[in-house]
DNA sequence: TTTTATAATTGACCGCGGTCATTTTTTGTT
DNA sequence: AACAAAAAATGACCGCGGTCAATTATAAAA
């Protein structure tokens, strides 16, 4: 029995994440079709599928890392002052998912998830941004910024379940005419965070 | 020019729904193939693509009239006296949705919906559940069981948010092992109506 | 009845995601 | 170098949702 080195395969799936990319940054991600993929990649149907689950399991991977960039820049800037700096460092994720509804759908399949396999990017961005988040609440509590009667891991499951709610409407209903999400999630936080009293 | 009686159509129609609901009955919503219900319902293909836009369109119907019988029962009801009454009225609406990822897939699509055409059940069963839930927020507000720091409509859209949240939970989290939807939703209602102070 | 315009239905066809038995390439062993 | 065994890649094939030019049924007009 024999140990595989895998330096081929790292090459030829680091290829296909390549080739994705530079198509999603033409197309958008609804335009991204497999075929196109393996054609560009000079690569048969069947090795995409032997790297990547399903076509949403290669769209996780390049979602994954944008949505993590977005982190990024978000812990970079701190804990915000308020609730209208919470409101406002949100802003970039949303218009981010707010782009393309097949952004909003597949993160919405892994809002919620509490442990994460490896390579799986986009559950582990969700479970950083829960963190972040609660990291966040505390610290708004303890400046008397946000209620305190409720422990902030509560809070920012409600925040999530907020972004949701503001991104399907926007989806489904208004779109161009209406607000951004970000104004739409504002009243929502206000309403939640608000300390009693 | 002639007016078309559209007699025969009707009929058609009625059968496929009719068949989609068999087959819903015993294979479940995601069992539901279109190839199965036009070979039953004795028609072609596409007959059935222009009786309904796509699949969806087809499921939409069936789970609309789903939704609707459950809106009647709670109608029914009455106004619950208190929150914990308010969860215990959402929970079948719940039960129902977390059987299968379709319903909740296809709700979600219309959640946030404002305006119906008037064959889209879903849609206007929506309206018709934050119509009700407005309603019932105002009686709980009138009798001091619900904060009342913020319009019935914003409360409103905070629950159905909550909904959302919850059931993207079940579906991707825990499912059999965990807690009950409506178990999961009740802390986020507590919490979202409390009357300050 | 014959004609004619339109409603309703048909089914061959397509696009595209996903599978899997087979073939090619790589690596470790003698 | 020759061989065996596992890794990697291949591409013909399938399932299934959805389309559309062609066909048939239906009802009003001549």
């Known amino acids: 029995m024999t140990r595989a080195p895998q330096k081929r395969r790292l090459e030829t799936r680091a290829k296909l994440l390549h080739v994705a990319a530079a198509i999603v940054q033409e197309q958008g991600y609804s335009g991204l079709r497999v075929e196109d993929v393996v054609a560009r990649a000079g690569v048969a149907k069947g090795t995409l599928f032997s790297h990547f689950k399903d076509k949403d399991g290669l769209l996780a991977v390049l979602i994954g890392e944008e949505v993590t960039r977005l982190l990024d820049r978000m812990e970079d800037e701190g804990t ?95 779109h161009a005419n209406d607000a951004s999400p970000a104004q739409a999630l504002d009243p929502y936080l206000q309403a939640w965070l608000q300390p009693p009293g």
């Open 80 to 174: 915000p002052a308020d609730v209208a700096a919470l409101t406002a460092r949100l802003a970039p994720h949303l218009d981010y998912v707010a782009q393309d509804r097949v952004i909003f759908d597949l993160l919405l399949r892994y809002s919620g998830t509490t442990a994460a396999e490896p390579d799986e990017v986009v559950a582990a961005s969700f479970i950083r941004q829960v963190t972040m988040l609660t990291g966040w609440l505390q610290t708004l509590q303890a400046a008397g910024k946000a209620r305190q009667d409720q422990p902030p891991e509560l809070l920012a499951e409600g925040i999530q379940g907020f972004l949701n709610h503001v991104l399907g409407v926007w989806f489904c209903a208004g």
